[in-house]
């Protein structure tokens, strides 16, 4: 979308159900309340028998009980928007002039000013500033041409620049019309009717069965079967896919808030993830060590914690004599020149982030060979990859990564160990629970301490320097606290002229690593309030493991933790902070 100038980003979810039964709307807004990780300044829906309802703010507390909307049809959307008026207008679904056509759409038409100035010359009147709204219009634009829906769906890709899940429904029809370029969308399907949405999630507790979109298709899913078409409008055959997803992360259980009980949920998680590897992930994790054995060149792509955890990767392989590299995902193509003997590893909770799939495409069209370390099965990004390893973290619905970056991590872990890399992996889940038992008190002091605080600096070298940039994007997304992660050895170069007296500054030193130690002792001689988190008696934060491997995970929980106390302290809102979304779907 675009606003008064400015590019107004939207990464949303979206929902439509059709039932051979009136449902109210619990049902979708119960769908779409599990999507909304996926953008929360505003949510909306709309039935095929008229109604409408738009609203700023999180779904969350919304009780649709009362509007009393019984439908065959509903379309629902969620949105998420960085720049520009987050308000009812720019809200979805949007209308055709004549109300007759709804739709809701999670992407950019980047040519929608364009679109838009045509559609105003043929009369049609805006009510938003969204890009979105010239779907309703282009499409009521193509049935006063006589035209039907599918039909224009042809014309309508073609014409249109940028990217797109769309639904659409016509007042009266029991029909939803779903296109899809770029951003995600799937068709569920229920014991009672069919289910589109952003992701496997909104429907993932209702059935098993899933027919996933490809780019430039479209579908008609009426109340008793859909219809698959290329962008030409040719029939398709399309594979009904079984898929499996784990509901033990559904709820908050006893916590306040997902983020701790993501943070606990980490033994767990890895002990799962470890086993896998051992089990039902042997022969995919032998392939991506014979894969990388084969290739001239190996290159991780990433973005955000992510990337952190590609970095931890390299240095985790370099140790076993393997070379590699990270190249951050959003300026992957301005960077990195991969090749046919590249292997490329993305490395992606969500397996949807659009700057790793922009980035793969442009890896794909240099000959190299896409392989994925994904947490979300079925996602683009792991149907994009000739070989993707999963990290079976489960659901992570706060928006800050926890648990998928531990075990992120610990695959990449196991991986170095499989090219000798010595480690005790196995006593790796016990060790992060003891490291939370250990510290927890301590880090609630710390807590309330540092909440106040303007500025925050945390110093790493070698393994904890992406564990100190990790740190620090934990506590500016969750506390809303300045912080700088950075590499030790660069402080001299600049940042140093900061530290103040007072200035907090989060030493993580592993194994005693003489240059860390003299990093501190440089900050703390001028004033630095130091706190050190190592595996030395002496330590602040204590990490009970000398394990140098390890240390890059077991320093990155108590961050986690301090994040998510100081957030505490602070009343922030942990699970949903301001201007963040879990799936990153734009550029
Ligand atoms: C931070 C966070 C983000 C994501 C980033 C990449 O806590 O969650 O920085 O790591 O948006 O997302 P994925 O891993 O889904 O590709």
Same mark, same amino acid.
């Given at each position: 979308?675009?606003?008064?100038?400015?590019?107004?980003?939207?990464?949303?979810?979206?929902?439509? &159900?059709?039932?051979?039964?009136?449902?109210? #709307? !619990?049902?979708?807004?119960?769908?779409? $309340?599990? *999507? /909304?990780?996926? @953008?929360?300044?505003?949510?909306?829906?709309?039935?095929?028998?008229?109604?409408?309802?738009?609203?700023?703010?999180?779904?969350?507390?919304?009780?649709?009980?009362?509007?009393?909307?019984?439908?065959?049809?509903?379309?629902?959307?969620?949105?998420?928007?960085?720049?520009?008026?987050?308000?009812?207008?720019?809200?979805?679904?949007?209308?055709?002039?004549?109300?007759? &056509?709804?739709?809701?759409?999670?992407?950019? #038409? !980047?040519?929608?000013?364009?679109?838009? $100035?045509? *559609? /105003?010359?043929? @009369?049609?009147?805006?009510?938003?500033?969204?890009?979105?709204?010239?779907?309703?219009?282009?499409?009521?634009?193509?049935?006063?041409?006589?035209?039907?829906?599918?039909?224009?769906?042809?014309?309508?890709?073609?014409?249109?620049?940028?990217?797109?899940?769309?639904?659409?429904?016509?007042?009266?029809?029991?029909?939803?019309?779903?296109?899809?370029?770029?951003?995600?969308?799937?068709?569920?399907?229920?014991?009672?009717?069919?289910?589109?949405?952003?992701?496997?999630?909104?429907?993932?507790?209702?059935?098993?069965?899933?027919?996933?979109?490809?780019?430039?298709?479209?579908?008609?899913?009426?109340?008793?079967?859909?219809?698959?078409?290329?962008?030409?409008?040719?029939?398709?055959?399309?594979?009904?896919?079984?898929?499996?997803?784990?509901?033990?992360?559904?709820?908050?259980?006893?916590?306040?808030?997902?983020?701790?009980?993501?943070?606990?949920?980490?033994?767990?998680?890895?002990?799962?993830?470890?086993?896998?590897?051992?089990?039902?992930?042997?022969?995919?994790?032998?392939?991506?060590?014979?894969?990388?054995?084969?290739?001239?060149?190996?290159?991780?792509?990433?973005?955000?914690?992510?990337?952190?955890?590609?970095?931890?990767?390299?240095?985790?392989?370099?140790?076993?004599?393997?070379?590699?590299?990270?190249?951050?995902?959003?300026?992957?193509?301005?960077?990195?020149?991969?090749?046919?003997?590249?292997?490329?590893?993305?490395?992606?909770?969500?397996?949807?982030?659009?700057?790793?799939?922009?980035?793969?495409?442009?890896?794909?069209?240099?000959?190299?060979?896409?392989?994925?370390?994904?947490?979300?099965?079925?996602?683009?990004?792991?149907?994009?990859?000739?070989?993707?390893?999963?990290?079976?973290?489960?659901?992570?619905?706060?928006?800050?990564?926890?648990?998928?970056?531990?075990?992120?991590?610990?695959?990449?872990?196991?991986?170095?160990?499989?090219?000798?890399?010595?480690?005790?992996?196995?006593?790796?889940?016990?060790?992060?629970?003891?490291?939370?038992?250990?510290?927890?008190?301590?880090?609630?002091?710390?807590?309330?301490?540092?909440?106040?605080?303007?500025?925050?600096?945390?110093?790493?070298?070698?393994?904890?320097?992406?564990?100190?940039?990790?740190?620090?994007?934990?506590?500016?997304?969750?506390?809303?606290?300045?912080?700088?992660?950075?590499?030790?050895?660069?402080?001299?170069?600049?940042?140093?002229?900061?530290?103040?007296?007072?200035?907090?500054?989060?030493?993580?030193?592993?194994?005693?690593?003489?240059?860390?130690?003299?990093?501190?002792?440089?900050?703390?001689?001028?004033?630095?309030?130091?706190?050190?988190?190592?595996?030395?008696?002496?330590?602040?934060?204590?990490?009970?493991?000398?394990?140098?491997?390890?240390?890059?995970?077991?320093?990155?929980?108590?961050?986690?933790?301090?994040?998510?106390?100081?957030?505490?302290?602070?009343?922030?809102?942990?699970?949903?902070?301001?201007?963040?979304?879990?799936?990153?779907?734009?550029?």
């Amino acid at each position: 979308m675009y606003c008064r100038g400015f590019r107004v980003l939207v990464m949303c979810g979206i929902v439509g &159900i059709i039932g051979n039964s009136e449902n109210g #709307i !619990e049902e979708p807004m119960h769908s779409l $309340k599990r *999507l /909304e990780y996926r @953008g929360y300044d505003s949510f909306g829906f709309a039935t095929n028998n008229g109604f409408l309802e738009k609203r700023v703010g999180n779904i969350g507390d919304f009780d649709a009980s009362g509007l009393g909307t019984a439908s065959r049809v509903f379309i629902c959307h969620t949105r998420w928007s960085t720049h520009g008026a987050v308000t009812e207008a720019n809200a979805h679904p949007h209308l055709s002039c004549d109300g007759e &056509i709804a739709i809701v759409h999670n992407g950019i #038409i !980047e040519n929608y000013q364009e679109l838009k $100035k045509e *559609l /105003e010359e043929k @009369g049609h009147r805006f009510r938003s500033e969204t890009d979105s709204e010239v779907i309703a219009h282009f499409f009521e634009q193509a049935l006063s041409e006589n035209m039907s829906i599918e039909e224009a769906v042809p014309e309508f890709m073609q014409r249109t620049k940028g990217t797109f899940a769309a639904l659409m429904i016509r007042k009266g029809e029991d029909r939803i019309y779903a296109m899809k370029r770029d951003s995600p969308l799937v068709l569920g399907l229920l014991e009672n009717g069919f289910m589109l949405a952003s992701d496997i999630y909104a429907f993932s507790d209702r059935t098993n069965r899933a027919v996933f979109f490809g780019d430039d298709e479209f579908a008609v899913v009426g109340v008793d079967g859909y219809e698959f078409f290329d962008s030409r409008g040719r029939r398709l055959d399309k594979e009904i896919q079984d898929f499996e997803w784990s509901r033990e992360n559904e709820t908050k259980e006893n916590y306040e808030h997902f983020m701790m009980k993501e943070i606990m949920e980490q033994p767990e998680a890895c002990r799962r993830l470890i086993k896998s590897l051992q089990s039902t992930q042997k022969e995919k994790i032998e392939r991506l060590k014979d894969m990388i054995v084969g290739a001239k060149n190996v290159m991780f792509v990433s973005g955000g914690t992510s990337y952190h955890a590609s970095l931890l990767g390299v240095y985790l392989l370099k140790q076993a004599g393997i070379n590699t590299q990270s190249v951050i995902a959003s300026e992957f193509q301005n960077y990195a020149m991969p090749d046919r003997d590249t292997v490329v590893i993305a490395i992606t909770q969500s397996g949807e982030t659009m700057d790793v799939i922009e980035a793969l495409k442009y890896v794909k069209n240099r000959g190299s060979r896409i392989v994925s370390i994904v947490n979300v099965p079925y996602s683009t990004i792991q149907r994009m990859s000739e070989l993707s390893v999963e990290v079976m973290a489960g659901q992570e619905v706060c928006v800050a990564a926890t648990k998928s970056f531990t075990n992120q991590v610990t695959l990449l872990l196991y991986l170095a160990s499989m090219f000798g890399f010595e480690t005790d992996i196995e006593r790796m889940p016990d060790e992060i629970s003891e490291t939370i038992r250990l510290n927890e008190e301590k880090i609630k002091k710390l807590a309330s301490e540092l909440c106040g605080r303007n500025d925050i600096y945390v110093i790493g070298r070698g393994l904890s320097y992406p564990v100190a940039r990790e740190i620090a994007l934990k506590i500016k997304e969750i506390s809303y606290i300045h912080a700088e992660g950075m590499m030790g050895g660069e402080l001299k170069h600049g940042t140093i002229a900061l530290i103040e007296k007072g200035t907090p500054v989060i030493s993580l030193i592993s194994n005693n690593n003489y240059d860390m130690l003299s990093n501190t002792k440089e900050v703390e001689s001028r004033g630095a309030r130091i706190i050190t988190a190592s595996n030395s008696n002496e330590a602040d934060l204590k990490i009970p493991s000398n394990d140098n491997g390890k240390f890059g995970i077991l320093a990155t929980v108590l961050g986690q933790m301090l994040a998510y106390y100081m957030a505490l302290e602070k009343g922030l809102p942990i699970d949903r902070p301001r201007n963040l979304a879990k799936s990153v779907t734009v550029k």
